[in-house]
């Protein structure tokens, strides 16, 4: 199966800075999704954009999706502490109502004060 | 409170002796689905159900049996637990067919094999 791949790995920014990060993918997909883990704990969904979709804002996070290039991006602006995380992104390849999502090995963001 | 629950959070248990991990939804939601993950390797798949008696395999499936008998539980089982389904796994749940949703993510349960 298709599968995410996250970039960077990890990526460690002081208080305020923006935080971006990457996902690229193979095949074609209905959908992408971005999901957020705090340290063992269960994943919260952050941000679902279709693929007829460029652009999505919710709050203070910012994704993009470019379906010829097969890439997303999730940028965090000012972040803070409390955005110390880990980052997933999950793709649902068509068609519409297959209902499996492949989920990326995430990137690591840690926030210092 | 809308929630995916999972029991127990915490399991050591020695290789072959069965067990159960349960989970339960309470937002009368359609899809159910249960995920591992691993160090290096992310979450992976294991089984999802689109609705009660509808099952299937997801990417990682051998070694655990599923059932959903009920519309809210979905309890995942290992009949003959080994050292490598030591993990972290993760229930899920997401609304409806047909459209995509976001899913909604139990807890977790750690289990230990030894």
């Known amino acids: 199966s298709q599968q995410g791949e996250e970039d960077p790995q990890a990526l460690s920014i002081q208080e305020g800075e923006n935080a971006t990060m990457n996902c690229s993918y193979k095949?074609?997909?209905?959908?992408l999704q971005w999901y957020r883990q705090n340290s063992g704990r269960g994943l919260v969904h952050l941000i679902l954009?279709?693929?007829?979709?460029r652009e999505k804002h919710s709050g203070r996070l910012r994704v993009t999706l470019d379906t010829s290039k097969k890439s997303s991006s999730l940028l965090i602006t000012a972040s803070r502490a409390a955005d110390t995380a880990s980052y997933f992104c999950?793709?649902?390849?068509?068609?519409?109502?297959?209902?499996?999502?492949?989920f990326g090995k995430g990137t690591m963001l840690l926030v210092s004060p | 409170e809308a929630q995916v629950t999972q029991n127990p959070r915490y399991l050591i248990t020695v290789t072959g002796k069965k067990l159960t991990v349960t989970c339960s939804q309470n937002?009368?939601?359609?899809?159910m689905s249960w995920y591992r993950q691993d160090p290096g390797l992310g979450l992976r798949q294991i089984y999802y159900s689109m609705n009660v008696e509808a099952t299937d395999k997801g990417d990682v499936p051998e070694g655990y049996k599923v059932s959903r008998k009920e519309k809210r539980n979905f309890p995942l089982i290992l009949e003959s637990p080994s050292p490598n389904q030591t993990s972290l796994y993760f229930c899920a749940s997401s609304p409806g067919q047909g459209r995509s949703y976001e899913q909604y993510f139990g807890p977790g349960t750690r289990l230990t094999v030894t």
């Open positions: 937002m009368n939601h359609e899809y």
């Open positions: 999950a793709t649902e390849p068509p068609p519409e109502g297959y209902s499996t999502l492949t």
């Open positions: 954009i279709r693929s007829n979709e």
């Open positions: 095949t074609s997909i209905n959908n």
